[in-house]
């Protein structure tokens, strides 16, 4: 099995050994899981947080998250500056996405779609805005596959011509850290991941 902690920590000594800072646009889910992945990644990284994600449920819930991630970032030092895009909230991007998946059990192939879905478009405009990697916050959670959601992200990294930031943010008590800065920060921590069906 893969170690994709160990393949972050080799492109990181490969960046900094020629004293550049690379840009990377990061899908951001939410304020606790964003926490030790800025924390960690803007050392060696210039940050944009993505927040694209149209499967949260209600409208209400996808604004918090957003604005706790934005006042995460206000309160927080970080050695390179972080910045942050916003997409538009498009729930029936996910609805259509995982038609006919409604039913399926939590962390099973209606949450594969939802990977992909939100990887890809953050994919496409890292390839468009001129980013160097792209990655996503998501694998920093115990209870999401981190081996599935760096196998998309290497597809989208081949389709779109971009590279794929590899990561398993729970490695090196990375979960452990962002529950600590979660209450540091007094981050809003959900209790479900996002969609509808997660909610049940």
């Known amino acids: 099995m893969r170690n994709y902690q160990k393949e972050l920590?080799?492109?990181i000594a490969a960046t900094e050994s020629t004293g550049e800072v690379p840009k990377l646009l990061l899908h951001a889910?939410?304020?606790?899981c964003s926490s030790y992945c800025l924390e960690y990644l803007s050392e060696y990284?210039?940050?944009?947080?993505?927040?694209?994600?149209?499967?949260?449920?209600?409208?209400?819930?996808?604004?918090?998250?957003?604005?706790e991630i934005k006042r995460l970032i206000d309160e927080s030092e970080?050695?390179?500056?972080?910045?942050?895009?916003?997409?538009?909230?498009?729930?029936?991007e996910f609805y259509t996405a995982v038609?006919?998946?409604?039913?399926?059990?939590?962390?099973?192939?209606?949450?594969?779609?939802?990977?992909e879905l939100r990887l890809d478009e953050t994919a496409r405009r890292a390839k468009e805005l001129g980013f160097d990697f792209f990655t996503t916050t998501l694998t920093i959670?115990?209870?999401?596959?981190?081996?599935?959601?760096?196998?998309?992200?290497?597809?989208?990294?081949?389709?779109?011509?971009?590279?794929?930031?590899?990561?398993?943010?729970?490695?090196?008590?990375?979960?452990?850290?962002s529950i600590e800065l979660s209450k540091e920060h007094n981050l809003?921590?959900?209790?479900?991941?996002?969609?509808?069906?997660?909610?049940?």
Do not use: M, W
């Open 45 to 67: 990284f210039d940050i944009t947080v993505f927040c694209y994600n149209p499967n949260i449920y209600p409208e209400e819930e996808y604004g918090y998250r957003v604005s």
């Open 141 to 177: 959670s115990p209870l999401k596959n981190a081996e599935k959601i760096n196998e998309i992200g290497e597809k989208l990294a081949g389709k779109y011509g971009i590279k794929h930031l590899p990561s398993d943010f729970k490695k090196k008590n990375g979960y452990k850290r």
């Open 78 to 92: 970080y050695k390179h500056p972080v910045k942050v895009i916003e997409a538009s909230f498009e729930p029936s």
């Open 29 to 32: 889910c939410c304020a606790p």
């Open 9 to 11: 920590e080799k492109i």
């Open 99 to 115: 038609k006919g998946y409604e039913k399926e059990r939590e962390g099973g192939e209606r949450c594969f779609i939802c990977y």
């Open 188 to 200: 809003y921590r959900q209790n479900y991941c996002g969609c509808v069906y997660s909610q049940r």
